[in-house]
T-cell receptor
Framework: DTGVSQDPRHKITKRGQNVTFRCDPI?????LYWYRQTLGQGPEFLTYFQNEAQLEKSRLLSDRFSAERPKGSFSTLEIQRTEQGDSAMYLC????????????FGSGTRLTVV | AQSVTQPDIHITVSEGASLELRCNYSYGATPYLFWYVQSPGQGLQLLLKYFSGDTLVQGIKGFEAEFKRSQSSFNLRKPSVHWSDAAEYFC????????????FGTGTQLKVEL
């Protein structure tokens, strides 16, 4: 098991374009999380899945953001009509079902919107 | 709502000196508490976690943290800092219900002088 994988590591896009990020969690982890981190800040919760069900979405997640986790395995996060304010590090994490387990984070996808 | 405060944005210590990073949390019940470390451009690595029981918890890389309920604190300590400890450190509080959502502080940037 190689941990949580995120692809791509870096993405530069023009304002108004759509982008999609992928996350492959640790295989036995049924929970998957997306966080966003801007410079000088801690990660902020966006959404999480338990298996294939998306159970919670932050108010930070506007209608331009959508996340999926088909079959409870990998997950994708899509941002439509990107804005400069979307520039951030997008972090994926997974955890086992036991309450209070810490997350295992991926290395993140750095998005720059120009 | 749960929250975390890390009052020190930057800390500089000499190699070999002791370290204490402060963390205060707000949560309505006994929290799950975590410390993570992040190197530049990387994801977050779990250093240690507290759920219950012994209030002094040991983590990786020689770090420890002490939970003090009366002070709502969970400070991170290390007796002797190494140059490789230079990184950003995040304290987080986890919800005891629902999906283990973590709320992070804004982080403390540690610089180590040789």
């Amino acid at each position: 098991d190689t941990g949580v994988s995120q692809d791509p590591r870096h993405k530069i896009t023009k304002r108004g374009q759509n982008v999609t990020f992928r996350c492959d969690p640790i295989s036995e982890h049924n929970r998957l999380y997306w966080y966003r981190q801007t410079l000088g800040q801690g990660p902020e919760f966006l959404t999480y899945f338990q298996n294939e069900a998306q159970l919670e979405k932050s108010r930070l997640l506007s209608d331009r953001f959508s996340a999926e986790r088909p079959k409870g395995s990998f997950s994708t996060l899509e941002i439509q009509r990107t804005e400069q304010g979307d520039s951030a590090m997008y972090l994926c994490a997974s955890s086992p079902p036991s309450q209070g387990s810490g997350y295992t984070f991926g290395s993140g996808t750095r998005l720059t919107v120009v | 709502a749960q929250s975390v405060t890390q009052p020190d944005i930057h800390i500089t210590v000499s190699e070999g000196a002791s370290l204490e990073l402060r963390c205060n949390y707000s949560y309505g019940a006994t929290p799950y508490l975590f410390w993570y470390v992040q190197s530049p451009g990387q994801g977050l690595q779990l250093l240690l976690k507290y759920f219950s029981g012994d209030t002094l918890v040991q983590g990786i890389k020689g770090f420890e943290a002490e939970f003090k309920r009366s002070q709502s604190s969970f400070n991170l300590r290390k007796p002797s800092v190494h140059w490789s400890d230079a990184a950003e450190y995040f304290c987080a509080v986890g919800s005891t219900g629902g999906g283990n959502k973590l709320t992070f502080g804004t982080g403390t940037q540690l610089k180590v002088e040789l």
